[in-house]
């Protein structure tokens, strides 16, 4: 239960684009108040480096009325989105690309069209990422371009899915995928955490001054199990 007080808790936070961006810019400007440790200044160039780095992937995803275009799309929105852009990819490029490579069918479709428009719900994010990999990966640039969409179409989906109950493998990888430099910006959060921990040692509270964490999401903890008293088990081995 203690190892995971030396994890990077950053690189595990579950907020959309725009809050981990206005949670990091509270800490970019905490940093800019004068009379603060010159440890704790230090650290100030490359937390503001990476926030300006992620902010630009953040404006470069939102759509031309400022909003984002993923932050309130549910899961089944985003899966629509993704089938509709596979269902035109494979009228205009797909189709009359396989007229003449009709080998390379398994390629885009290893189940077949319907096994990617009509995936089980747990089955899309492994069939959806395989399709937009293919995509990319392809040696035709419209096709390549249309594998660029699907990447992002992906990384809404991917996003959505968050919202409900995941492992933290599974929630560190869709974070990670959120914009462009996300894991530098969580990298030189967690060094801005340390230098803090280490200023205000003696009353370590101070240290979260720093960081907006009333403005994130509420992590949802599962409660712990209480062990059967003594009494319970007794019975439950007489039972046997």
């Not at 480096?49 to 909003?67: D, H, I, L, M």
């Not at 990422?129 to 594998?147: D, V």
Request: aromatic share 8%.
């Amino acid at each position: 239960m203690y190892a995971e007080r030396y994890d990077n808790h950053f690189l595990k936070l579950q907020a959309s684009r725009e809050v981990l961006a206005e949670f990091a810019k509270f800490t970019v400007e905490a940093l800019e108040k004068p009379g603060l440790d010159p440890l704790l200044t230090a650290q100030h160039p490359a937390l503001r480096a990476a926030y300006t780095a992620f902010s630009k992937g953040v404006s470069g995803r939102t759509s031309s009325s400022g909003q984002s275009q993923t932050g309130t799309r549910t899961e089944e929105e985003a899966a629509t989105d993704f089938i509709k852009h596979v269902k035109v990819t494979d009228t205009r490029l797909i189709q009359p690309y396989l007229l003449e490579h009709a080998s390379e069918e398994a390629t885009f479709y290893p189940h077949k069209l319907g096994g990617l428009t009509q995936a089980a719900k747990a089955m899309r994010l492994t069939r959806y990422a395989a399709y937009a990999e293919a995509l990319t990966q392809h040696k035709q640039e419209s096709i390549q371009a249309a594998g660029a969409t699907a990447q992002r179409l992906l990384e809404a989906y991917t996003e959505a899915t968050t919202l409900g109950n995941q492992s933290d493998k599974a929630l560190l990888d869709t974070i990670a995928s959120l914009a462009p430099g996300f894991q530098a910006l969580a990298e030189a959060l967690w060094q801005v955490h340390c230098a803090a921990l280490y200023v205000h040692r003696a009353a370590p509270k101070q240290a979260r001054t720093y960081f907006a964490y009333d403005r994130l999401p509420n992590r949802n903890i599962k409660p712990k199990k209480k062990p059967a008293s003594p009494k319970a088990s007794a019975e439950a081995t007489a039972d046997l």
